[in-house]
């Protein structure tokens, strides 16, 4: 069995980003996957974020705490960056580790985690309202499963591993 988790990022309905995670990462995708999401934050353009991790499998304990610490080095960025967070997550143990991470360093922004895609493409559209983003948040309550494969690279357009 592959247990490689493969992750996609889709900026295709920028300023929202879906990032989908599977499998049971390996700590040089883990890490690959932080770089990237650090590469969007340093954009320095306001967005919103819908992380679907209903295939994800589990972060490792050594993945939580790095985890945390990436949060932590970027807690500023996301306060200048990010609208909000949607969490997709489907398993009762992921919704446990979330919980455990968000125990120790809760997002510095506005975050949900939700069982359906519809739930957080919702939520989603309803913070972009807020933030006087009308456009993006009607597009975004149209916008159907993410652009993409369940794994590799998408039409993100930063460079590096995905």
Known sequence: MNRAAPFFF????????????SGEPSRQAFEAYLDRSTQYLQR?????CIF??????LLSTEQRQRHVEWLEANAALMRQTL??????ITSPTVVLTMSVIFHFR?????YTIVAHLDAAKAWAARHLDEAG?????ERMR????????????????????C
């Open 10 to 21: 889709d900026d295709s309905h920028w300023p929202l980003l879906g990032v989908r995670l």
């Open 44 to 48: 320095g353009e306001p967005h919103l």
């Open 52 to 57: 679907d991790l209903s295939a994800l499998w």
């Open 83 to 88: 609208l909000g967070l949607a969490y997709v």
């Open 106 to 110: 809760p997002p510095p922004v506005p």
């Open 133 to 137: 983003l009308r456009a993006p948040a």
């Open 142 to 161: 149209r916008v159907g499963a993410f652009a993409g494969p369940a794994s590799g690279c998408g039409s993100a357009s930063l460079p590096g591993p």
